[in-house]
């Protein structure tokens, strides 16, 4: 027997149609709508699908294959996290709602003590959502272009990753955020663009010296576009 899926503004019953092989998109008559993952994707796309035939291998300086499974898990907990940010961002949910949701979901995929998401106000940078700092920094948190690493990252139009923030002079403390009980080590700065206009930065950082992964770094710079749609659509709106 089929689930039932119920909305999560009114708990009404949903009504779902098939987008795709990979998306199933549900409606509630009260207006809220949401995208799921479809059922059985591998399936539906090739019937002789195998777990087994689809091994992560690789090969060592000796030419011998091995399987990349601890890389394989982490890529498929990142695929997972970003259709569901991806959903978020659909989704008719409030900004403020969905950053606060992407920000968590992100630190917990990254394994990082904290993410932050700073918007773009016209004149400054705001942090508009965390997770691991101090929730009454928020709207209070904000930079100007070039100010701190974060507004560094935006004025330069290009990320950066410091290792150690206590050497760079362009770290910024906010007594807001309460970052001195966490010590801060090693920071990560994605802007977010379209075109030539500014919309953001997603921050992602960690207490101890940490060197991100190449594929950790695209899944950042993923999370950065969906974050950037997000706020297209609900501007649309």
């Known amino acids: 027997m089929d689930s039932v899926i119920r909305c999560r503004k009114c708990g009404k019953k949903m009504k779902s149609s098939r987008v795709d092989d990979y998306k ?33 291998l690789a090969m060592d300086d000796a030419g011998r294959f091995y399987v ?36 968590e979901k992100t630190a917990r995929r990254l394994g990082v003590d904290v993410c932050s998401i700073y918007l773009w106000d016209g004149t400054h940078l705001v942090l508009r959502a965390t ?16 100010e701190g690493i974060t507004g560094s990252a935006a004025a330069e139009r290009k990320p950066l990753l410091v290792e150690d923030i206590s050497k760079d002079p362009r770290y910024r ?44 770094l695209a899944f950042v710079s993923v999370i950065a576009n969906l974050i950037l749609g997000a706020i297209k659509m609900r501007r649309k709106a």
Do not use: W
Request: proline share 4%; glycine share 4%.
């Open 131 to 146: 997770h691991g700092l101090a929730q009454e920094a928020v709207g209070k948190a904000r930079l100007k272009l070039g």
């Open 68 to 103: 990349e499974a601890e890389r394989a898990d982490r890529e498929r907990k990142e695929i997972i996290t970003l259709e569901e940010i991806s959903m978020l961002a659909s989704s008719d949910y409030d900004l403020n709602e969905v950053l606060k949701a992407v920000a």
């Open 24 to 56: 199933v998109k549900f409606t509630c008559e009260c207006g809220f709508s949401e995208y799921r993952t479809a059922p059985s994707t591998s399936k539906a796309i090739n019937p002789h699908f195998s777990r087994a035939s689809l091994l992560p």
């Open 173 to 216: 403390y906010f007594q807001e955020t309460k970052e001195e009980q966490y010590r801060i080590k090693t920071m990560y700065s994605y802007p977010i663009f379209s075109g030539d206009e500014p919309f953001g930065v997603l921050n992602a950082q960690t207490v101890i010296a940490r060197e991100f992964k190449e594929d950790e």
